[in-house]
């Protein structure tokens, strides 16, 4: 069972991503068709607005990366529906989901001798077909793209150089250059120190508001998102998930609920995680 906060305005005109009983999981071998699998995460509703950033928390094994990979178009939903900017997300599909979603995995891709700025043209793709011949706007788009990230001086040089936040930098760059509507983004601070990870979650929020983006991640940095998130979807480890701003969250105890263990406790005041006190 799921539980929704209540939609922003972006959501309730239409505009941004609404899931409505979505069911992600795991196929098995003998199945075909949506309804048929292993569900992880059973009907979950949930919003997430433009010009927002909203956080994807659970602990591990939760279903964060798979509920994201089922947006990404990288598996198949089993059941229910998501929308984006009210059209179905999930029928969308090769260059036509590619112009609408952006995505940054985890994993870390061999550049060989590419630059940064030849990294961010491979998101022109999707516009300029299998040639790949940028024309003016396309490098447009790649320029303003760069900009945005404020990553000028790292584009000439070689991707395989750059630090791990750097490469990151480049790498929502390149999905930037696709000129979508959401950008999805599976654990982008995994490999990064504590000021990068701060700087790149900066970074989102702040491209969500200027360029009315739908931004959507997953993190365990957990106080940070909580500081910097505009809203929330938190699975339980159960199947569940629930939705709201951090504050609310929080408040209510879902928080502490998911991740308060034998040796630490979540103080919902000050948003961070304490030692629990010993009789």
Do not use: Y
Not at 80 to 102: K, M, Q
Not at 123 to 137: D, Q
Not at 161 to 188: C, K
């Amino acid at each position: 069972m799921s539980g929704a906060g209540t939609p922003g305005p972006a959501a309730v005109a239409g505009r941004g991503l609404v899931l409505a009983g979505l069911t992600v999981g795991h196929r098995s071998e003998r199945a075909f068709g949506r309804g048929s699998g292993v569900a992880v995460l059973p009907g979950v509703d949930a919003v997430a607005g433009r010009g927002e950033l909203t956080v994807l928390l659970g602990p591990n094994g939760a279903g964060k990366s798979t509920l994201l990979r089922t947006l990404a178009g990288l598996q198949p939903a089993l059941g229910g529906t998501a929308l984006l900017d009210g059209d179905d997300l999930l029928s969308l599909r090769g260059t036509a989901r590619a112009r609408r979603v952006g995505v940054v995995l985890t994993d870390r891709p061999d550049p060989g001798l590419l630059t940064g700025r030849d990294v961010v043209e491979l998101g022109r793709l999707p516009h300029t077909g299998a040639a790949g011949v940028l024309g003016e706007g396309d490098h447009t788009a790649v320029d303003d793209a760069i900009g945005a990230v404020r990553a000028g001086p790292l584009a000439g040089r070689p991707l395989g150089r750059l630090s791990d936040g750097e490469r990151q930098r480049m790498m929502v760059a390149r999905a930037l250059a696709q000129q979508p509507s959401l950008l999805l983004l599976d654990e982008p601070s995994a490999f990064l120190d504590v000021a990068a990870r701060v700087a790149l979650l900066g970074l989102l929020r702040r491209l969500a508001r200027e360029q009315d983006l739908c931004v959507l991640l997953s993190t365990h940095d957990l106080e940070l998102a909580l500081r910097l998130a505009d809203a929330v979807w938190l699975l339980d480890g159960a199947g569940g998930c629930c939705s709201g701003t951090p504050a609310a969250l929080s408040a209510s105890g879902a928080i502490g609920a998911a991740f308060d263990s034998d040796e630490l406790v979540f103080d919902p005041a000050q948003g961070t995680f304490d030692l629990r006190p010993t009789s």
